[in-house]
């Protein structure tokens, strides 16, 4: 065993029995945490922005221009996600996220969390798996879930006004749903607060870490690599976190 790795045993230790004794939980998911069941991260090696233009499939911008581009893409993914399982990680954390006093804030929005059973969900980008209407019509506030896949025609309409229907995710540029963000910024009033699989760079979510340190909560990340967050957690554990939550139920 390297020293490493025995470094890394005693944290991942240490990090279990603090979130033992919490009474406060608090866990925040990136796109690493889906990494293991298959779906591709945002900037990792085989990244979609490594391959693709976010600024050309996933602002309102974009879809204003070619709505057929962005539903094909968005429709590719959920084809993709739709093949992909749960993987320890996210049943690690939907089993910690039943014990009193726990929330989950997640950043993905391909539902694997839901998937997996873990109760109030706060999904800040919103889901795959949902549409709303593009045009905002009255009877198009809430979004509705279509879990078809193939997802077809495309692209879809808004069965009330008829109007383009858009995937209910957070594109770049869009502020996020009011109240999924004050939950979220309320779940930093905790006892223990770590990231999951997140790069720590796309804000708002990237600040609740810091918000939670603010608020006394003891702050962990757990990532394959070091992130603009690592120097301000209490405890930064190196590791796949398909390996290293299933540990933390402990
Ligand atoms: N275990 C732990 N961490 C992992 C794993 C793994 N198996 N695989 C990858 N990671 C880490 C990477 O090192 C990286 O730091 O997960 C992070 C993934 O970062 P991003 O791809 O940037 O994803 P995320 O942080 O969720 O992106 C935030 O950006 O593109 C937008 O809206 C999109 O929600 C997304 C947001």
Known sequence: MTSH???????????????????????????????????PTF????????????????????????????WEWYAWRREQ??????????????????RPGAAVI??????????????GLIRLHGSIWELACAARCAAGTRPWRDERVPLSPLPPRWPHCRGLARPAVVWFGESL????????????ACDVFFTVGTSS??????????EAKSRGAF???????ETPASPAVDMA?????EQILPLLTE
């Not at 005693?10 to 069941?37: D, F, H, K, Y």
């Not at 749903?177 to 930093?188: E, G, N, R």
């Not at 554990?237 to 976190?241: R, S």
Request: proline share 5%; aromatic share 4%; hydrophobic share 45%.
């Open 5 to 39: 790795e025995a470094a890394r045993i005693v944290e991942v230790r240490e990090l279990a029995s603090r979130i033992a004794r919490a009474r406060r939980l608090t866990i925040m998911t990136g796109a690493g945490v889906s990494a293991a069941s298959g779906v």
């Open 43 to 70: 900037r990792g090696p085989q990244g979609l922005w490594r391959e693709y233009r976010a600024e050309d499939l996933a602002t309102p911008e974009a879809f204003a221009r070619d709505p057929q581009v962005v």
């Open 81 to 98: 996600i739709a093949a992909c399982q749960p993987n320890p990680a996210h049943e690690a954390i939907a089993s910690l996220a039943k």
């Open 106 to 119: 997640t950043q993905n929005v391909d539902d694997l969390h839901v998937r997996a059973g873990t109760p």
């Open 177 to 188: 749903d009011d109240a999924t963000l004050t939950a979220a910024v309320q779940a930093t």
């Open 201 to 210: 760079i796309v804000y708002p979510a990237a600040g609740l870490v810091h």
């Open 219 to 225: 702050t962990a990340e757990i990532n394959l690599e």
């Open 237 to 241: 554990v190196h590791g796949a976190a």
